[in-house]
């Protein structure tokens, strides 16, 4: 997971293998995975928080964040989930295309919220999601 969040995130400060243990150690937190590419997400108290998610750049575009994505969302609505929220980089567009068509809304936005590996900060936008309960 740290190698492809390294190779994804490339303006980041890479997660380190330590840092993904201690991630997936802690309660209701769980991670998804598919051709190189994985989702983490934590469900507590009905809301679903996606905390990471990356695709290696060989295996971009070809509907895997989408996938598992979708598999997160329907788990954590099966579990009693009744939202999902994320935070993420205000100029990742490839991000933005496919939350927008997930359907999740913009709900808040935290000025110079990410600090780069250059230094340079950048804002978070805050998204939301109803999720559907299933019996
Ligand atoms: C964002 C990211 C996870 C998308 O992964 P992916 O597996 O390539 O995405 P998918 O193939 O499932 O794409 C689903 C939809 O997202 C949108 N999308 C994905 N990548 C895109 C891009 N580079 N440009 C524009 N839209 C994009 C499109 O709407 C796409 O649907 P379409 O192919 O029918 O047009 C991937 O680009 C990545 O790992 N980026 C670096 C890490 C990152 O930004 N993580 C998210 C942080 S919030």
Partial sequence: MADIHNQAFT?????TSEEFTLLLGQPNTRSFSLNRSF??????LG?????????APSHQRQ???F???????????????HSAFLEM???NLAA???????????????SD??????GIRCDALVLRKRLILSQ
């Fill in 67 to 81: 996938a598992l994505l979708s598999e997160l969302l329907a788990i954590a609505s099966k579990e009693g989930g």
């Fill in 113 to 118: 919220y990410y600090r780069r590996k250059d």
């Fill in 47 to 55: 809301e679903l928080e996606i905390l990471t998610l990356a695709c």
């Fill in 39 to 44: 989702a983490v997400g934590r469900l507590i």
């Fill in 11 to 15: 303006r980041e400060r890479p997660w």
């Fill in 63 to 65: 509907g895997n964040a």
């Fill in 96 to 110: 933005k295309a496919l939350y927008n068509k997930l359907e999740f809304e913009l709900v808040g936005r935290r």
């Fill in 89 to 91: 980089a205000a100029d």
